[in-house]
């Protein structure tokens, strides 16, 4: 897949402040252990420049804990590269409970060099909530902020600290589960490309606390 380099990185959202909730932040730099936890190696996700990258056929990894478990409000950040060439529909990022309910971070590939944002909740009991939007196109094989915004009512989702599409959904909190990267769960919609860091803020936070790269 190549480098990942960083060039022209821009982190803003430490300027949020003091008094809100910390994040907890992820950086997903060793395929074995991830936030501490151990990690389940599926394929060969390999470390490239500080990020792990999958080859969008059969790579991912799954950590045994749920980040957002017990959260009512949250603020979930990642920092990925989406490479081109992968499948038309790809789960970065998948976390489920025991009960069922389900947060997912998803692209759409238009073969043509674009992906854009599709995101979902669901609380394992009534009708989930996808937001997407295939006009907010963005170009494949570069490095981005997205985040997925959760106010106890309301789900937002943003490229760059850029709002695209929200909506209202019943959801939370989620209980103890598990977390996949770079494919769903049940092993299908491998993602092509690369996870750098994962940030998880128990509180909303402003549009423009959120990170971005420029």
Do not use: C
């Not at 932040?25 to 420049?49: C, F, H, L, N």
């Not at 409970?97 to 009534?126: F, K, P």
């Not at 997407?132 to 106890?152: E, F, M, Q, S």
């Not at 019943?170 to 494919?183: C, H, I, N, R, Y």
């Amino acid at each position: 897949m190549g480098g990942y380099g960083l060039s022209g990185l821009v982190l803003v959202g430490a300027l949020w402040a003091a008094e809100n909730p910390p994040a907890v932040v992820w950086r997903i730099e060793d395929v074995r252990k991830i936030g501490g936890q151990a990690t389940e190696v599926i394929g060969a996700p390999r470390v490239t420049e500080g990020a792990v990258g999958f080859n969008g056929e059969d790579d991912g990894l799954l950590v045994a804990a749920n980040p957002l478990e017990g959260l009512r409000a949250f603020t979930l950040e990642v920092l990925f590269y989406p490479a081109e060439n992968g499948l038309p529909e790809q789960r970065f990022w998948h976390a489920q409970d025991v009960d069922g309910a389900r947060a997912l971070l998803e692209t759409r590939l238009n073969g043509s060099g674009g992906w854009w944002l599709d995101t979902y909740l669901a609380n394992g009991r009534t009708a989930g909530l996808p937001l997407i939007d295939p006009k907010k196109v963005h170009p494949t094989n570069a490095w981005y902020w997205v985040a997925l915004r959760y106010d106890g009512k309301t789900m937002t989702h943003f490229v760059n600290g850029v709002k695209e599409r929200e909506g209202v959904v019943e959801f939370g909190p989620m209980g103890a589960g598990k977390l996949s990267l770079g494919v769903r769960q049940n092993r299908v919609h491998w993602f092509k490309g690369a996870i750098r860091e994962v940030r998880v803020t128990p509180a909303v936070l402003a549009d423009e606390a959120l990170q971005r790269v420029k």
